[in-house]
């Protein structure tokens, strides 16, 4: 068993989009932020000489080697994940034999940034045991390579959320920077049990925007608009104003065709029950939605999201800003 001393721990944490999903894909603006109080967490330690690697993902019940191929749905990702790691830490030579254990407090396939988060955390944790520097850029280039293996053609926004672990202004081509909070402000995410389907979501929208590019463009460009409003209400502390922007980009959303029944269930809920804005998060076709919430308010919505249906109700605060630096903002 090794002392507490011989383990490398690191951590990622989860992500929200608040507006712009999909339309950033093509080229528009879009706001997420992190989940701070939801997390992987990884440990590495040494292995004995010529054992290889190894990699137990406790909540999975699974346990992958490196090298030896694997069918089931999350092991070649996360084969993926560690390769990608020590290619970046040690190069083609001989890799080093170590043990590598994730345990994860976010929900799968929910629009949660889970994947992004696995592949964080294991990055910077095998970056660090080997006493190898990973700047946030370099991080965030290693994950969103790992996200196109999951979803194809990944705009960059999950990986630069978890990666700086900032909320973030995300418009691809520009890189991320950070934007003003003038009031904080509380979010309630619904998940809907229902896993978020984002790569069909993603082919469902790109199949529209080429039937119909004009129609499709002009609720990318709808969306980029409200997006942009709703920097400048969260700057101004203006959370009325923001809610209903939350409003109408579930509306321009479901018209694309990727909110759900159940989606929509606990947006009418959360609305129902005082929150002044509401609307799916991530890819759609399942996973969560978000809800702003006075602080009033929070328990009758997080009761509504429950009695309809809601598998898991979780609260996040926005409000930290800083500046996206280069030396980033610690892992662990
Ligand atoms: O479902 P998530 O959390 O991976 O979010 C997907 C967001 C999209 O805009 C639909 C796709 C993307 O890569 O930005």
Known sequence: MPSVSDVTRARACAKIILLGEHAVVYGRPAIAVPVSDRRVHVDVTDAPLGSGVEIEACD?????????????????????????????VCGTKEWPDLVITVRSRIPIARGMGSGAAVSAAITRAIADHLGFTLPCERLSQLVFDTECLLHGTPSGIDNTVVAFEMPVWFRQGEGAETFDVGTAFDLLIGDTGIP?????????????????????????????????????????????????????????????????????????????????????????????????????????????????????VLETRVGATGKLSGSGIAGP
């Open 60 to 88: 999975l019940d699974s346990c992958y080697s490196l090298g030896v191929p694997c069918v089931d749905e999350h092991g070649p990702f996360i084969q993926a994940v560690v390769e990608g790691a020590l290619r970046e």
């Open 196 to 312: 978020s389907r984002t790569g069909e979501a993603v082919a469902m929208v790109h199949r529209r925007w080429e039937r119909s590019p004009k129609a499709t463009s002009g609720l990318f460009d709808g969306i980029a608009a409200t997006v942009r409003s709703a920097r400048g209400a969260i700057a101004e502390g203006d959370l009325q104003t923001l809610g209903m922007l939350m409003d109408r980009n579930q509306a321009y959303l479901q018209t694309l065709g990727v909110s759900s029944a159940a989606l929509d269930d606990l947006v009418a809920a959360a609305r129902g029950a005082g929150a002044l804005g509401a609307k799916l998060s991530g890819g759609g076709l399942g996973g969560c939605m978000i809800a702003l919430a006075d602080s009033e308010r929070v328990q009758s919505i997080c009761e509504a999201l429950y009695g309809a249906g809601a598998e898991q």
